[in-house]
């Protein structure tokens, strides 16, 4: 079971990022997905959850509107599109696979990619 | 939204001593929380599953335990490859949202 993650970089106040996730070793579509950043300020912080149809879809509160998550089942990949982004979006950004395979989100998480680090500054 | 307070947030602590984590949530989790270890530079990884299960993998000296909103991890006797950071987990059943507590960081003495 692998997730990568690809897309983080610099970017400048106000501006957009698309990260995405290629997952291997598994049936993917079997699978809800979510990511997950980190800061060391915050911590870790879950971001969001897409579930395995793309039947529900939630959202940490605080970044609703700003950050939309999709996949692709046939090209195995998991996206995270971020606009509007700020200097408190610095972080890591993870790909993270929930536990277990159902039709509802499983209570944790396993496996987690390695990650991809997002910076915002001018 | 549910908190999770980890304590102490620093353990500091020798190879073959007993470690102690606390996770206290604000509301009653019944078992489900998870315990994560993050080592330098790399991602978390599961350890412990509904409060008291190993991942896959785990070795038996970690040991989950509690429910409702008082949860613990046991490290019986530390191993140099055990030093990093543990997280615990919650996710609520719907909408499914996620927190993590803080952190604790076991440290070598």
């Known amino acids: 079971v692998q997730l990568v993650e690809s897309g983080g970089g610099l970017v400048k106040p106000g501006g957009s990022l698309r990260l995405s996730c290629a997952a291997s070793?598994?049936?993917?579509?079997?699978?809800?997905m979510n990511w997950v950043r980190q800061t060391p300020g915050r911590g870790l912080e879950w971001v969001a959850s897409?579930?395995?149809?793309?039947?529900?879809?939630y959202y940490a509160d605080s970044l609703k509107g700003r950050f939309t998550i999709s996949r692709d089942n046939v090209k195995n990949l998991l996206y995270l599109q971020m606009n509007s982004l700020r200097v408190e979006d610095t972080a890591v950004y993870y790909c993270?696979?929930?536990?277990?395979?159902?039709?509802?989100?499983?209570?944790?998480?396993?496996?987690w990619g390695q990650g991809t680090l997002v910076t915002v500054s001018s | 939204e549910i908190v999770l307070t980890q304590s102490p947030a620093t353990l500091s602590l020798s190879p073959g001593e007993r470690a102690t984590l606390s996770c206290r949530a604000s509301?009653?989790?019944?078992?489900?929380l998870a315990w994560y270890q993050q080592k330098p530079g790399q991602a978390p990884r599961l350890l412990i599953y509904?409060?008291?299960n190993r991942a896959t993998g785990v070795p038996a000296r970690f040991t989950g335990s509690g429910s409702g909103t008082d949860f613990t991890l046991t490290i019986s006797s530390l191993e140099p490859e055990d030093f990093g950071v543990y997280y615990c987990?919650?996710?609520?059943?719907?909408?499914?949202?996620?927190?993590f507590g803080g952190g604790t960081k076991v440290e070598i003495k």
């Open positions: 993270v696979r929930d536990a277990y395979a159902s039709s509802w989100f499983s209570n944790w998480f396993d496996p």
């Open positions: 987990q919650q996710r609520s059943n719907s909408p499914p949202e996620c927190t």
């Open positions: 897409i579930s395995r149809s793309t039947n529900y879809i």
């Open positions: 509904d409060a008291s």
């Open positions: 070793g598994f049936t993917f579509s079997s699978y809800n």
């Open positions: 509301q009653s989790l019944n078992t489900y």
